[in-house]
């Protein structure tokens, strides 16, 4: 197994911790017209291109793994990270999986253990903030602070939450500022929204360089 595909894998899988303070459970039959309000809102956003900072905190390191990159996420496509630093690296995730290219360009499709959920399929739901999906595989808990929002995607199955875990959203209005993955209390990755365009257009080279 490749260091990338850990890291992917720590990224996404997460153990349980405690649930957001004083929180509310979104439900579409039954949601506060505001959270539906900002459930769409984010979803009309189109096409994203954004700078984004990443840390990875392990139990055998005192300091977070630091990388940066480009992310650019397609309703239709996908997501794309193109990390920068500390090394090139590309990863796609879209409706056919998770595809790695190195600097070089070359290509590697990681394959998905067909008896386990497509967390890679539920990881583009919440991108796309597809309230009637992710409800159908998560529990969905809302908080409004002073500062913002953020949302915590509790999976509804076992199986699911060996796989998936807890993922946790911040954001101000309708600007998404953080993503949170954790493992454990000294095991996590957080995604820090640097700047981002929304409604962004992707020219054909864009296209070509960071999807499939």
Do not use: N
């Not at 990875?56 to 990270?81: A, C, I, N, Q, T």
């Amino acid at each position: 197994m490749t260091a990338l595909r850990v890291c992917f894998l720590v990224l996404l899988a997460a153990v349980a911790y405690a649930p957001l303070r004083a929180s509310e459970v979104i439900d579409p039959a039954a949601v506060d017209p505001a959270w539906r309000e900002l459930f769409d809102a984010l979803a009309r956003q189109g096409a994203v291109r954004a700078s984004f900072i990443e840390r990875r905190w392990f139990s055998v390191r005192k300091e977070p793994v630091v990388l940066r990159g480009e992310l650019r996420h397609d309703r239709e496509r996908g997501l794309s990270l193109r990390y920068t630093a500390p090394e090139e690296q590309l990863m796609i995730v879209d409706a056919q999986g998770i595809v790695l290219r190195d600097a070089r360009g070359r290509s590697r499709t990681l394959k998905s253990d067909p008896r386990a959920p497509q967390v890679d399929a539920l990881l583009l739901h919440v991108l796309r903030f597809d309230l009637a999906a992710l409800h159908a595989a998560f529990e969905i808990r809302g908080l409004r602070t002073d500062a913002g929002w953020q949302l915590e995607f509790t999976p509804r199955t076992e199986a699911l939450a060996r796989s998936a875990g807890r993922m946790l959203v911040q954001g101000e209005g309708e600007a998404v500022r953080r993503l949170e993955f954790q493992r454990g209390p000294k095991q996590r990755v957080e995604v820090g929204i640097e700047s981002a365009e929304t409604g962004a257009t992707f020219s054909d080279e864009e296209l070509r360089r960071y999807f499939r």
